[in-house]
């Protein structure tokens, strides 16, 4: 039972490229989410899903979409990296009334 | 959701316990008070939370007021390896899925030897 797991872990882009960052879990868990994390700052919600088919914006989703095919997965698109994007991305899963995150990743826009 | 404050840093010796408060005067009958916690850069842990009673697991003890108005998080012997920022986050429980989680700026506990 693996819990929640982020590819990759660092990823450094230039502006204007794209980019998926993976997020799966073994849980089965139907409530999965994004969140980035700025230097001294408290996590932001992106993007979350209540199942399979199912997504909805948080508080930043300008400039990322997501997907939702299958329970497990929840990939997270960068459509044009900018440099406004460099931050720490953390996925999560939810079933029982508490959150698991992934050990995240450290992404960079030069 | 209601919103909820926290001293921004801590200090606590370690062996001791460490005893983080959190005001969420605004909570409603309804909303839970969860307790995360991150590690250096990990992604936040999840602790424990309450609705009204007491509650304690292997980790922590969270007390709860008899108003709900704040909460204290308690570390019974705190450990170097629980320097962390702590998060107290209230939050409507949707049917079982915690649904999304609003983080501030938590406390940065520091456990010193």
């Known amino acids: 039972n693996a819990g929640v797991t982020q590819t990759p872990k660092f990823q450094v882009l230039k502006t204007g490229q794209s980019m998926t960052l993976q997020c799966a879990q073994d849980m089965n868990h139907e409530y999965m989410s994004w969140y980035r994390q700025d230097p001294g700052m408290g996590l932001r919600l992106i993007h979350y899903s209540v199942g399979a088919g199912i997504t909805d914006q948080g508080e930043v989703p300008n400039g990322y979409n997501v997907s939702r095919s299958t329970t497990e997965d929840f990939p997270l698109r960068l459509l044009s990296a900018a440099p406004s994007q460099t931050s720490v991305y953390f996925c999560a899963s939810s079933k029982q009334g508490y959150q698991y995150f992934g050990a995240g990743t450290r992404l960079s826009v030069l | 959701d209601a919103k909820t404050t926290q001293p921004p840093s801590m200090d606590c010796a370690e062996g001791r316990a460490a005893n983080l408060p959190c005001n969420h005067s605004?909570?409603?009958?309804?909303?839970?008070v969860y307790w995360y916690r991150q590690i250096h850069s990990q992604g936040p842990q999840y602790i424990i939370h309450?609705?009204?009673n007491n509650e304690t697991n292997e980790m922590a003890s969270l007390i709860i007021t008899e108003d709900r108005k704040s909460s204290t998080l308690i570390l019974p012997h705190a450990t170097l390896r629980d320097t962390a920022v702590y998060y107290c986050i209230v939050r409507v429980n949707y049917g079982g899925s915690q649904g999304n989680l609003i983080f501030g700026k938590g406390t940065k506990l520091s456990v010193k030897p």
């Open positions: 605004t909570i409603s009958g309804n909303e839970y």
């Open positions: 309450g609705l009204k």
